[in-house]
């Protein structure tokens, strides 16, 4: 079988990344351009900011990576590129450049939801095994979905509110920690002791979730501890607000696989690469004989190889674009 080389762009938010990936799993060059220097100033990401970055940066990135390669564009079979969900202006750089190359090169155009680039970063570890459960864990997602075979997405549940990963970084701006929070948050919790108390959130029976009413409880905790004159214990903090997030995940994650009775599970997105969250998982599913999937840390946060390691299958099953393609801030996994 002919070897099929998917060119990739992925820009949903405020990293500019392109990537050659060959037959869906071998990596041949990735250019990942990021702006946290920039948005660390304001906390978070501004994305007028990002969109600006994209633009100047998007032309440089495609060049880069075709050079890291050794390759030209006529060698490639598609163009992947991510076209939702994310920050609009973002998505319309990185859509637009690759309906250029599209056009100009005369290749498919291989749109790419940005959820399963996540998924598929693992198949750039090991080939993905069916049926699955995927657990995707971001600062803009907290998703459940069930995989019976490549492209078949169910999802089974997701957050009703805050993502974990945006309540990781709101709970560090809670005690001073500079974005991006999260990292560190997870560093800490290795290091302090688990002493504060803090409710277990949505501990119901569905596979949904929701982080707004845990936020909520470490601001009012910190600002009841500020009114006695206490001092924050920023480590035991952070352990005992990880434990929480890790308990209450840990607990549905495990929950679908037995009821879904899948063998197979895949952790994805940036907090996938949480230590909290990778052990306790990977811990479980052991105990279960279950076989846990977790990305390498370079491919858990947003990266160009996973669109491209998913744009193969998206290839391979005609699921072709048309230059008429316009990015979407919210889409369904589908």
Known sequence: MKDVYIFAIESSCDETSCSIVKNGKEEIATVVLSQIDIHKDFGGVVPEIASRHHVKNITMVIEECLTKANMTMEEMDAIAVTYGPGLIGSLLVGVEAAKTLAYLYQKPLIPVHHISGHIYANNLKEELQFPLIALVVSGGHTELVYMKDHYSFEKIGGTLDDAVGECYDKVA???????????????????????????LPLNDNSYNFSFSGLKSAVINLVHNEKQRNHPIRKKDLATSFQNTVVNIISKKTMKALKEYQVKNLIIAGGVAANQGIRETLTSLCKEENI????????????NAAMI????????RLGRVGTLDLNPKSSIILK
């Open 291 to 302: 076989h846990c999937s977790v990305p390498d840390k370079q491919y858990c946060t947003d």
């Open 173 to 199: 701006r809670i005690i001073d920690v500079p974005y991006p929070g999260g990292p560190t948050i997870d560093k800490w919790a290795q290091l302090g002791e688990d002493t504060y108390p803090l409710p």
């Open 308 to 315: 491209a390691a998913s744009g193969y299958y998206a290839y």
